[in-house]
């Protein structure tokens, strides 16, 4: 019974990784960057939910909300200044701009906000659910944060299989050049592309803020690396993929918590990423691509 | 004599006797300030880490610019340097009492077990191809972290006392921690010196310049141009590469073992993703594959928050503005032809290994 709570949790954990690298791989698959400044973002959809919920007293769906609105602008906002000169650059270039982003964001909120840690309105009323007359229960957050995750995939995963916009990201994902050709807007697609990253950050915030309720500016890293350690753990560029990489790295990092050590836990995360990267380096789901000569 | 003084300023060697000299003018006019008191205790604490970071950089930029391989772990492997040298030096202190010995065996150990763990690291990466030594490094230098931080090594009359997780060292009377767990390395003998860093800077030149302009150094290049039309010409690319991680690494853990021996106490956070970010950011910002601009890049970077330093909060933020703001002007089209024609006309070319 132990066990399959300890799995529930790390569920819950893993749902939010997921949510995160989402955003990770979607960028990646098209703009073919690492967004380092992704885990800033999530911070400052936090803020945006804290301050939605203490200082104006709004219910906790629509602070969900202006976060998600807050983080969808900043997310092209950054697209727009920082990433959109750098099309032609070397990759190098944009990372080394993602980390000023992330830098700016991260100083920026200590500016307005101190660096001091602000406490996090509960979202939930707390308690759990008991099963098997008590014997494995389950908190509600961790089955919110469940069911939101599931939801956000079967979206996102319509919205990328059935629309025209989806399938016009697809085809940026596949070919830009080609897609440029087929009368495609790839600026536009690439915009969408990070609100729509940035916006599931809100979300990835809010829950996040919830299980570990402290606001402070550089809150973003840690869940930042992992997430983006799940994409690629799940094959980076693939949105199933960054969902299951996103649920294993949870329950990996819950288990090994409960199981070896809580100080190593983050030791053991990163090692079984090199594991799998050494037996499948295209990730769990990832493609296979072959170099033209 | 004129010979000599010719070949040192022709044109291949200009760039190498450029770096010579930058560090070994700099040397004499720091020490001269320092020895006669006209230095900020500021400046005079930021000598040793100056040299530390120019160092590591040098080593990055053999990986990033000559190899074209990412390492974004490269505070991990300074690590694996600094937390050895606090070992061999707290364990050597008694054996030997001069500490300039103790200095350079520490680092010697430093170097050699960074450049082992490179080696290791290595090893499966770098038959793959893309990005994979960026994200392997990634996870290393958290691994790496993460491993130190839960380290407790002691010593006492009956040798040397490890423990993880938990401290269980158990010393005897008298028996003296080297390491203690998240607190890190604890009551080190400050035995690094602003010498023995420029020493170091000028020993990573001389191997990299020296690597660059070998057989095994143009193979390096050869890699990163064209793999496919390299591995044709019979280059072995893994071994290349891996040459490349490992001077690197091995750089990298010499400049991290003069670090942590130039700090009274050292807690293994320091050695997280952000160093290792801020190191690549010095060798882009400095130029990939330019030596000369990684010296001046890293000084300048390193002294600049410390130079804000007036504007109190606001001095992280323009940093970060700085950043941006160069690499979107850098990468300017208008700017680059510009750049282009000017070069031209003063009759320059471009750079050789740029």
Known sequence: MALLSYLISGLGLGSVYAIIALGYTMVYGIAKMLNFAHGDVIMIGAYAAFFAMTRFGLPVLLSVLLSMVVCTVLGVVIERLAYKPLRQASNLSVLITAIGVSYLLQNGAQLLWSSSTKVFPSILAGGSLQLFGGKLSVSWLSILTILVCIAVMVCLTLFVNKTLTGKAMRACAEDKGAALLMGINVDRIISITFAIGSGLAAIAAVLFCAAYPSVYPTLGSMPGIKAFTAAVFGGIGSIPGAFLGGLLLGIIETLAKAYISTQLADAIVFAVLIIVLLIKPSGLLGRKISEKV | ?354
């Open chain 2, 1 to 354: 004599m004129g010979n000599l003084f010719k070949k040192m300023f022709s044109r291949e060697n200009r760039g190498r006797t450029a770096s010579y000299l930058i560090i070994i003018i700099a040397y004499i006019v720091l020490e001269i300030m320092r020895l006669s008191g006209n230095m900020t205790n500021l400046l005079s604490s930021l000598l040793v880490p100056v040299c530390c970071y120019i160092t590591a950089a040098i080593a990055l930029n053999l990986n990033v610019g000559f190899s074209g391989e990412l390492n974004l772990g490269q505070g991990g492997f300074m690590g694996v340097g600094a937390f050895t040298a606090v070992v061999v030096s707290g364990s050597l202190a008694g054996v030997i009492p001069n500490p300039v010995i103790r200095l350079i065996l520490a680092m010697i150990a430093g170097a050699v077990l960074a450049g082992a763990v490179g080696w290791l690291i290595g090893i499966p990466v770098l038959k793959l191809q893309g990005d994979y030594l960026a994200i392997v490094t990634l996870a290393f230098g958290q691994i790496i972290k993460s491993l130190i931080t839960n380290l407790y090594v002691g010593l006492d009359k009956n040798g040397m006392h490890f423990s993880f997780v938990d401290n269980h060292l158990n010393l005897a009377e008298g028996g003296k921690v080297l390491i203690s767990g998240p607190m890190g390395a604890t009551g080190t003998e400050r035995i690094a010196t602003f010498t023995a860093g420029a020493v170091l800077i000028l020993i990573a030149l001389t191997i990299v310049y020296n690597l660059i302009r070998s057989r095994h150094g143009r193979a390096i290049m050869a890699a990163r141009d064209n793999r496919i039309a390299a591995e044709s010409v019979g280059i072995h690319i893994a071994n290349t590469k891996m040459l490349a991680v490992v001077i690197s690494a091995a750089l990298a853990g010499a400049a991290g073992a003069l670090f942590g021996l130039n700090n009274a106490s050292l807690a293994a956070s320091k050695f997280d993703f952000n160093l290792s970010i801020l190191i690549l950011v010095y060798v882009v910002l400095g130029g990939l594959g330019n030596l000369n601009g990684t010296i001046i890049a890293t000084t300048v970077l390193v002294l600049l928050p410390e130079l804000l330093r007036s504007l109190q909060d606001y001095r992280m933020l323009i940093y970060a503005v700085i950043l941006i703001v160069i690499m979107l002007v850098s990468n300017n089209e208008k700017m680059k032809t510009g750049l282009e024609r000017l070069r031209r006309k003063t009759g320059k070319g471009a750079d050789s290994h740029a």
